[in-house]
């Protein structure tokens, strides 16, 4: 049973760091690209950033570019997202997903995170 749990959420002040976490089971991680998605109230959920199953090539969404970074370990099945200068706007519901190699869908999910920022 694959399982992807975040976890690092909470309440933050507007300019602050955050760091999400998510821990995967059940799968052969090093076999997946993962990614992280967010759902503000009454929005879409929207991509956020991703990592290939190496961790060598990384994307962003345009909102969070240059203050955000993936990484991951494949030793420890975990990927991280480290949020900078966070403003507002960010705050959502993270989830954490990952999708098989040449696969285009991400198959599995976590439950989400909240990251909620005052301002």
Same mark, same amino acid.
């Given at each position: 049973?694959?399982?992807?749990?975040?976890?690092? &959420?909470?309440?933050? +002040? @507007?300019? $602050?760091?955050? /760091?999400?976490?998510? =821990? *995967?089971?059940?799968?052969?991680?090093?076999?997946?690209?993962? &990614?992280?998605?967010? +759902? @503000?109230? $009454?929005?879409? /959920?929207?991509?956020? =950033? *991703?990592?290939?199953?190496?961790?060598?090539?990384?994307?962003?969404?345009?909102?969070?570019?240059?203050?955000?970074?993936?990484?991951?370990?494949? =030793?420890?099945?975990?990927?991280?997202?480290?949020?900078?200068?966070?403003?507002?706007?960010?705050?959502?519901?993270?989830?954490?997903?990952?999708?098989?190699?040449?696969?285009?869908?991400?198959?599995?999910?976590?439950?989400?995170?909240?990251?909620?920022?005052?301002?």
């Amino acid at each position: 049973q694959v399982q992807l749990v975040e976890s690092g &959420g909470g309440l933050v +002040q @507007a300019g $602050g760091p955050l /760091r999400l976490s998510c =821990a *995967a089971s059940g799968l052969a991680f090093s076999t997946y690209h993962m &990614g992280w998605f967010r +759902q @503000a109230p $009454g929005k879409e /959920r929207e991509f956020v =950033a *991703a990592i290939t199953w190496s961790g060598t090539n990384t994307s962003y969404a345009d909102s969070v570019k240059g203050r955000s970074t993936i990484s991951r370990d494949n =030793a420890k099945n975990t990927v991280l997202l480290q949020m900078d200068s966070l403003k507002p706007e960010d705050t959502a519901v993270y989830y954490c997903a990952a999708r098989a190699l040449n696969i285009g869908r991400y198959d599995y999910w976590g439950q989400g995170t909240q990251v909620t920022v005052s301002s």
